[in-house]
């Protein structure tokens, strides 16, 4: 993944675009565009905004991508992923504390990628991914069970628990015409890529469907009935009201939105790299999904962030450069501007049937069965981020995941740091390979008042107990001790602490102390903490054998115990 901030689109012009490119990037546009028309409105209305919102920022935000991603294919808009976020987001704070907390993201998704933090996000442990999307899936499904049955339930609460207890107690109400369109929905998009796959089966489900309510005056909800008619021009730009206590109200599930913008995004070009052979630029397409959150509510929309499906759909069908990305949304203007009034007639139990499908698709459940089987540390992620996304609300589920996997990470770790007093092997011997650090050991001479403290792994604040407790088994004092560091790679502020610790307790119980082959980043830590200075250069020794050698001379001027 490239780390240069230039869009795509500045590259590929550069580079030469011709008819050939523009025509297979025009046809895979128009494409998918018909894929995004209903994914859009379904996904805005699932949100609790208006089916028009999530055109809106399919247009604006596609665009702003489009032009400044570092993806060549990528195609962006509303996704299933924000839907529980931005659905909590609207039933407390209404749209324009929506607004405010999309603007924030963007923000945040811009300053993500000027600090080159895009790869940083490879670090998101997958079972963390793959539990708060398999919660979301579970939440997408359960909002749309009551469209999906037509059940006559009133008001449905957000809380989870709550929602299936009012489900459960309206199943008397049961719209069969409701439930035969939503059943011949998913029938239709499912079997319909065995016909073709250029026409999406959501789009040939939502026309047969409206055909069908209208034909048959079928007693079900539609979009015009729930929602009133959907405007068929952009609204006009408008700056959200924006006040600092809101922002501190909205800046937690900014960074959420943020968060998943930010991973499904990558994913998303992660895939397309995959498909296509080229690289992506991960910061460069942080800053452009950050422009277009930042545009999108302006004109009325909601986040959005790299579409996984509407990507493929777009490599599939031919599609080259980031051309193709704005074709499908300049396409999906002319489509609501001349047939958006038109929307106000799809039934709601199709878009529910969608839905159901996105979230099954979603839920990744066998992956979900698999991890099950995997370390108890993975595991205890990948079911409390589940069920705090499912149970109390997905920002918290991504914190304490993010929280939890950094603290079984540093158990992990921890646990594969080894000490050891090693003067007893040493004297016994072990073998190596020649010019390694210990070859021929034990051959050498190592003096009874030398004691050899070897460390194997990190020394981070996290194996600096270990490191502690390991030294309290020294049960005689020795005149000169050597401090090991050969294994460790890495050390941080606790660790360089710790040995201050030992260093000063050592002078003042006049042992002399000895560092023997401390690698790069340690030596350079120690040099910048000023602990290198209180060691003494003297005291600094490449290899055991310096060590030793320089352990006699204070043994041997000093006076017999």
Known sequence: MSQRLEPKLFTVLREGYGKATFVSDLTSGVIVAIVALPLAIAFAIASG???????????????????????????SGPTGAFIVVIYAVVQKYGYEGLAVATLLAGGMLIIMGLLRMGTLLKFIPYPLTVGFTSGIALIIFSSQFKDLLGLDTGAVPAEFTAKWVLFAGSMGSVNLSAVAVSAASILIIVFWPHVTRRIPGSLVAIIVSTVAVQLLSLPVDTIGSRFGQVPSTLPAPHIPNVSWSLVRELFSPALTIALLGAIES??????ADGMMGTRHRSNMELIGQGIG????PLFGGIPATGAIARTATNIRNGGKTPVSALVHSLVLLLIMLFFGRWAALIPMPSLAAILVVVAYNMSEWRTFRKLLRYPKSDVIVLVATFLLTVLIDLTVAIEAGIVLSALLLMKRMSDTTEMQIITRGLAEGEKEEEG?????????????????????????FGAVEQFKETLTDIRSRPRVFILRMRHV??????????????????????VEFLLSGAHAQPMVAMESSGLLDLIGEANLCGNIDEALKRARTPIEAAPSR
């Open 49 to 75: 905004v208006k089916p028009e919102q999530g055109l809106y920022t399919a247009i604006i935000a596609g665009v702003a991508i489009a032009l400044f991603g570092g993806s060549r294919t990528q195609i």
């Open 489 to 510: 790679r890495a050390i941080d502020a606790t660790g360089l602490q710790a040995i201050e610790d030992l260093v000063t307790r050592l002078r003042k119980e006049n």
């Open 293 to 296: 959150n930042m545009l999108s």
């Open 436 to 460: 390694s650090d210990d070859y021929d050991i034990a051959s050498r001479d190592v003096p009874e008042d030398v004691t050899v403290f070897e460390v194997q792994g990190s020394l981070f």
């Open 266 to 271: 990558l994913l998303s070009a992660v895939v």
